[in-house]
């Protein structure tokens, strides 16, 4: 079956975060959804539920449980257990859930730098102590530094967070490089958080998504895995995601707040999850070949930008655009001067780049690309 991602969908006036933040003439690449609609069988769970009428109070469907211990063995060959998986309404939530419950006020946690800002954000609102780890580029690829991990933990250092695939930065963290993370989190005895959205959004082929809890009995008895299909089949506005957490311990810790501060899932998050996981394998194949195009294209054309330059993206929809050498003081306000809304990079802690959304139509970046190809020439007087 065909699928289209090429016919624009109008977003404005449909609450969209992404579209009703800039005027109209500006092209808007910033947060993390695509402009792509839901595959056609979540939209039908979802209608089906809707048609039924009643949306109560929802029990987490032992269906979907299924479908994830299902999906997990088969994509990482990870044997998950039914009561190791508690579902909550977003990853934000559970990164929150963790910095909280999973240390104690006096202990220290170590987090990437840059990375998708709710991580450190969690720390900073639980008012944990907290290492910013700088990830390095090695061979194109950002990583972390190792050197400097060593060197960062202490004695009281509890939590390890991990953002993998890397949001901004695309990096599929390999087998090698999570068993060395593992180790490090063993020795220092750390929990690991482990934030995996973008786990099917998997660019570059024949590099698989390693579950860092997947590596071993030890990995998985540390780690709290943070999951959701709300990325790759695109219904964050209907959210549902959850953690998958083998040590009892560390789920009660965890669940504190259950069904309290932080809510479940909706029915329709329920439900378009289980299509997703169930029906939409063919569609998610088809929407990585469309991103596979948008990315190759967005990667030729910054390498022909002066001034702007960004690492192969292996993984997400979303180049992370080092725009240092343009000489302007906040790239992210050059470039909507020039009618393109990106990411601004100081979001995750790197001011000189900016995160562009490729999630969209091809004619529509074809367009934006165009207009920070002109941001980026230098002016007439030099
Ligand atoms: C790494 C990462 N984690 C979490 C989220 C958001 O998760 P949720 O919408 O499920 O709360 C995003 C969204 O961009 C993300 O990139």
């Not at 299924?66 to 309404?89: H, K, N």
């Not at 990583?143 to 695309?170: I, T």
């Not at 194949?285 to 690492?311: C, F, S, T, W």
Request: charged fraction near 25%; include cysteine; glycine fraction near 6%.
């Amino acid at each position: 079956m065909g699928f289209d991602f090429d016919t624009p969908v109008e977003r404005r006036g449909t609450w969209s975060t992404r579209w009703e933040r800039y005027p109209a003439d500006v092209i808007p690449l910033w947060v993390a959804d695509t402009d792509f609609r839901a595959p056609p069988a979540v939209l039908a769970a979802i209608s089906r539920r809707a048609a039924h009428g009643i949306l109560g109070y929802t029990t987490p469907p032992a269906e979907l449980r299924d479908a994830v211990i299902e999906r997990m063995q088969r994509l990482y060959g990870w044997q998950v257990a039914p009561d190791w998986i508690v579902f909550v309404s977003g990853v934000v939530p559970g990164l929150h859930l963790a910095a909280r419950h999973l240390t104690r006020p006096d202990e220290h946690a170590l987090v990437p730098t840059p990375v998708y800002h709710h991580l450190k954000r969690s720390l900073e609102l639980a008012r944990r102590a907290h290492t910013d780890v700088p990830l390095v580029l090695s061979e194109g690829r950002w990583v972390w530094d190792e050197a400097f991990l060593a060197a960062a933990a202490k004695p009281d250092s509890r939590l390890l967070f991990l953002c993998n695939p890397q949001n901004p930065g695309g990096t599929i963290f390999t087998r090698g490089e999570l068993a060395r993370l593992a180790a490090f989190a063993e020795q220092h005895d750390l929990v690991i958080c482990s934030d995996e959205i973008h786990a099917d959004i998997l660019l570059d082929k024949g590099k698989p998504h390693v579950p860092i809890a997947s590596l071993s009995r030890e990995a998985s008895r540390r780690t709290v895995t943070l999951v959701s299909p709300n990325k790759a089949f695109n219904f964050p506005g209907a959210g549902c995601a959850f953690a998958v957490i083998e040590n009892a311990e560390l789920r009660r810790a965890f669940s504190a707040d259950h069904h309290a501060t932080v809510h479940d899932p909706s029915v329709f998050g329920y439900e378009a999850s289980l299509a997703a996981y169930r029906e939409c394998g063919d569609w998610l194949e088809a929407q990585l070949d469309y991103l596979r195009g948008n990315r190759d294209l967005v990667e030729r054309e910054i390498a022909a930008m002066p001034g702007l330059k960004m690492a192969h993206v292996e993984a997400t929809y979303l180049a992370w655009i080092d725009a240092s050498g343009l000489g302007v003081p906040d790239p992210y306000r050059h470039f909507l001067k020039h009618g393109v809304a990106m990411s601004p990079g100081a979001q995750f802690g790197a001011p000189g780049f900016v995160r562009l959304n490729f999630g969209t139509q091809r004619s529509r970046l074809e367009q934006a690309l165009k207009r920070i190809s002109s941001a980026s020439r230098p002016s007439p007087r030099g």
